[in-house]
């Protein structure tokens, strides 16, 4: 049974309404599509439907009372996105001192904490590393969906193109035209 905006009697206040973008740390970008009211052994209980953006037909359903616990939040704003630029221009690698065959999980710890500047730092280090060398595939894989995620929040907070962004990143990271 799909609800409307409010509270049902007994329930918590969903964080979230319908048509809120929010950011998944393990699927990027999305949008609730619906807020369900499911009986689950015996008691009630809402979800979240969310439709990922992504181009992809992904539908994540996720309990109202587990949303903070998966890192579910609402997208970064124009001072978010700033500070995401700021990381960019930060000199320092995420992964000084971390052994390389340990790189990848810490990489892997940083994408999925949900933190946007976190994300940054992943993106921001690979880019330098792949100026430098070819990168492995799981590099690669972190790549893409640093990017994916990153490209498509940034762009949402600034009100801009995925295009505009990413030429905002090479800029920041001094790789610009």
């Not at 619906?34 to 008691?43: F, L, M, N, P, Y």
């Not at 070819?134 to 690669?140: A, I, P, T, V």
């Amino acid at each position: 049974m799909a609800l409307g905006v409010g509270a049902v009697a007994g329930l918590p206040q969903p964080a979230f309404v319908v048509g809120d973008a929010v950011f998944s740390p393990a699927h990027g970008l999305g949008e609730v599509v619906t807020i369900e009211r499911r009986d689950v052994d015996g008691a009630a209980r809402e979800f979240y439907v969310i439709r990922i953006m992504q181009g992809t037909h992904i539908r994540l359903v996720v309990p109202v009372l587990r949303a903070r616990a998966v890192g579910l939040r609402r997208p970064i704003d124009r001072d978010g996105a700033a500070l995401v630029l700021k990381v960019f221009r930060d000199p320092q690698s995420a992964v000084e001192g971390i052994p390389p065959v340990r790189q990848i999980r810490h990489y892997e710890q940083l994408l999925h904490s949900g933190s946007a500047e976190d994300v940054a730092r992943v993106l921001r280090d690979l880019l330098r590393l792949r100026m430098r060398k070819e990168l492995s595939f799981g590099q690669r894989r972190l790549l893409d969906s640093a990017r994916r995620m990153l490209v498509q929040e940034v762009a949402l907070a600034f009100g801009d193109t995925e295009a505009s962004v990413e030429r905002r990143f090479d800029e920041a990271l001094g790789t610009g035209a």
